[in-house]
C-alpha cells in the first residue's frame, strides 16, 4: 500500500492536487492512503517551500504546483 501525502494549506491547488492524485490511483487499482498535511511546521519538516507538495512513501517526489496527470501515473508506476 502507497502512503501518499498531499502538503498544502488548502489552497485550491492543493486540493485539485489531492482529487487528481485520488483519480489517479483509484484508476490503476493502486491500493493507497492518501493524507492532507495542513501544518505549516509539518510541510516546512520535508524540506518543502512552496506547495503543493506530495509525498510518497516517506520522500518528497514534487513541491510547487498542481502535477501533471502523466506525472501522477508515472509516481504511481514507479512505486508499484
Not at 25 to 43: H, N, S, Y
Not at 67 to 77: C, F, M, V, Y
Request: hydrophobic share 40%.
Amino acid at each position: 500500500m502507497l502512503n501518499i501525502k498531499v502538503l498544502g494549506t488548502g489552497c485550491a491547488n492543493c486540493k485539485t492536487t489531492l482529487k487528481l492524485i485520488e483519480e489517479a490511483a483509484r484508476a490503476r487499482g493502486v491500493a493507497f492512503q492518501l493524507d492532507k498535511v495542513e501544518e505549516i511546521r509539518d510541510i516546512m519538516g520535508y524540506g518543502v517551500m512552496s506547495t503543493p507538495g506530495v509525498v510518497i512513501d516517506g520522500k518528497v517526489v514534487h513541491a510547487g504546483g498542481v502535477p501533471s496527470r502523466d506525472k501522477i501515473e508515472q509516481w504511481l508506476a514507479g512505486a508499484g
